[in-house]
Each structure stands twice: as C-alpha cells, then as structure tokens.
C-alpha cells in the first residue's frame, strides 16, 4: 500500500503519520507546501509557494511546480491523505485532480477549518465571547464550517477527525459516516523528564500557536497574580525553532495548554509524553467522556491562578502527574498503534473503491 500525506504538516501530525506508517510497513510520503513553525519536518518533502499576490510572477511559476510534483505524487499513491481544508493554489486544482484519478481519498480535519461558531459556542462560554470579540476567527459562520465540507465530499473525500471535540461540527448529511482517530505522537521522540520533586522554583511554560484561541492573555494574568506570593519562572514559547520549544517544554516542571476552546491541543499530548503535569480547560461536555486514566488538570479562565497555585506548592502531586501525563499518551495516542487504525481505514476506502469500480464495469 502506498500512501500520501497532503498538504500541510499541522502540528507535526502529517510528518508522525508518515513515520508511523512507514515502521507499519506502509509506503508512505509526505508532500507539504511550505512549513509551520514548531513543525517538525521528518518524512516530509517540503516544496515552497510564494505568495501569488504579493510575487505573482515567481509564484505562478513555482505554483506550476508544485501541482508537478503533486500529479506525481497522487499518480504514484494508492491512498491520498489531505490534511486541513487547506489548498495552496486557487480553485482546487489539487482536489480536482485526486478526484480524476479516481483513487480512494480522505480529509483530515483539524480545528478552525471546520468548527462552527454557532455549535462552539454553546459548548464553551470562553469560544462563543472569542468569535464575538475576533470575528476573523469565524469567518462566516456556520455556512463557512459547512462549505468546507461540502467542497471536500463533492471531490469524493471520506472525512477524518482526531479528537471528540470536532464531532458537533461534522454535517450529517454531508459526511454520514466520519471516520475517527487520534492525535498522535512517535513516543521514542519524547524522553520523560518528570518533574523533580526537590525544585523550589519550578518552571511554567506556555506555548500558543495563536496567543487569542490558546487564551493566552489569561495565562499571562494568572503568571502575574501568582508572581506576588510564589517563586518561580514563566516562559512564554512562541516563534521558536521546533527544537528549541522542544528542549523549553522538556525542561518544565508546569505545562500550560489551551484555556478558550474547551478542549487540548497536540502541545499538550507532547508535554504529557515529556512527563510534565499540563493544565487545559476542558468543558464539562467532553470531560465526561475522557477516560478514567485522563490525567489533565482542569482549569477555567476564573479558576487558573488557583489551580496553579495548587500545583506550584505541591512538589510530589507535580511528578506524580507527570507519570500519569505519559502513561496517558502511551496508551492512548501512541502513533505506532494509531497507524494500524489509519492501515485499517486505508483498506476499507480501497475495498469501497474497487467495488465501485466494479459496479460501473469496464
């Protein structure tokens, strides 16, 4: 089986799937237009596309270069794999491509790109108070979330989640059936460093993609609030090379995670696997389906300072919980087993494709 991955390498998770398929013993590539910062790039073909409307020349011509190299890749896959709702160049040529091809097709949806402000505000308080105050978040709305799907389902893609979180905003009568995963992580890329218990200035660590949806300004006021009676250090991660936001979290005793949307990003899952306790809100709708052995701390907007004040006085409950962050991890989002998953999913799109290829004849 040979298996593309496309076209953007959101938090690492097109590079790990990759990885994960290849030690599955799948044939696998990675083809992403440009790169993301903290991304992480192994197994990944990276091509870049400037912008066609500040460099229109360069970019038309570059432009031409990657649909090449994407009709080469989607020729020689079995399975293609898209990632996000993302299409580097107009009018979805790629799309279109993998629908002529007739090969089996799925996208991967990872957040923004299908999430409705309509649906996420009624789950989280915090979300519904972000659309209203950053509107560019939202786009249009609930028609927005739903053309997404629409225009993948019309090229003939299966849909992909990787996180309950995601599931409210999945269309029924677009995608009947979605298929659901996990975020994943190459565990052998993450040696735990728990927290040591004899530190009296432990390290608090925060690391947003964009500081509005991660509820960075209330991380920021409970570090201050916190500075008046406690001792110890903050580091705000953002724009670092993925090495260096590696080693930071590696080296916290607290990582802090996501406190608007309700639910925990792959920052977290990585943190848990460096054994470090990580405290993220998450709503009481999608609290109750995680598992027993669910080891985040939950903290709200109001409640944050107290629950690190919690955690910066108590040594022992700190290495405890990172203990259990990375037996979490282990058991829930190795990507060694996730692939076997994604394995199983590959063969079902393959096994639909050839029975339709049957039906119409030759």
Known sequence: MKVLQ??????????????ALRDAGVEARGLVCGNLPLADLAGMEVYAVPSLRKHPLKGIVRAAGWMRRVREAMG??????????????????????????????IAEFWGTD?????????????????????????????????????RFARHGF?????????????????????????QRLVLSDFEPHYPDPGNDRPLLVHMPSHTVVKGTPVVLAAVEKLRATHQF???????????????????????????????????????????KPTVCYIRPSLAAVYPPDFPMVNASQENLADVLKGLLEDAQRRRNLGREGRAYVETHHDARKIARQLVGIYEELLAKSRTEQGRAGP
């Open 76 to 105: 020689w896959a079995d399975v293609i794999h898209w990632h996000s709702d993302w299409s580097p160049i107009p009018w979805d040529l790629e799309l279109r491509r993998a629908a002529k091809l007739g090969k089996p097709r």
């Open 233 to 275: 250090d903050f580091r705000l991660v953002h724009g670092l090379p993925h090495s260096e936001a590696m080693d930071l979290v590696r080296r916290c005793d607290v990582f802090l995670d996501q406190f608007v949307i309700g639910d925990f990003g792959l920052a977290a899952l990585e943190a848990m696997a460096f054994g």
């Open 114 to 150: 299908i999430r409705i402000p309509e649906i996420a505000g009624v789950h989280s308080p915090y979300l519904a108070r972000m659309f209203v105050e950053n509107p560019r978040f939202f786009r249009s709305g609930r028609r927005s979330g739903r053309r997404t799907q629409e």
């Open 6 to 19: 496309l076209p953007v390498n959101i938090s690492s998770q097109a590079s790990v799937t990759v990885r």
């Open 158 to 182: 299966s849909c992909l989640i990787p996180c309950m979180e995601l599931r409210p905003y999945i269309q029924p009568d677009v995608f009947p059936a979605p298929y659901f995963t996990s």
